[in-house]
């Protein structure tokens, strides 16, 4: 818990200073591609099954993102 605890103090410190570097509509969809990463690794490591919706869920998002980040 104290890990996970650092980590996301880490990771809002990392997000606020993106923010001061970039624009937020850059960063902010680099923030929700975590999404993404945390299923493909569920499915990898955990074995975890998405139904079909919830993979089109998740291109949608990874795609709104690419959208964004890449003008």
Request: cysteine-free.
């Amino acid at each position: 818990m104290i890990l996970s605890g650092l980590a996301t103090g880490a990771s809002w410190l990392a997000y606020f200073k993106a923010l001061q570097i970039g624009k937020a509509y850059q960063v902010a969809p680099i923030d929700k591609l975590s999404v993404v990463l945390v299923v493909i690794i569920a499915v990898i490591f955990l074995g975890e099954r998405p139904s079909l919706r919830e993979w089109l869920a998740l291109a949608l998002i990874g795609a709104g993102v690419m959208m964004l980040a890449f003008k």
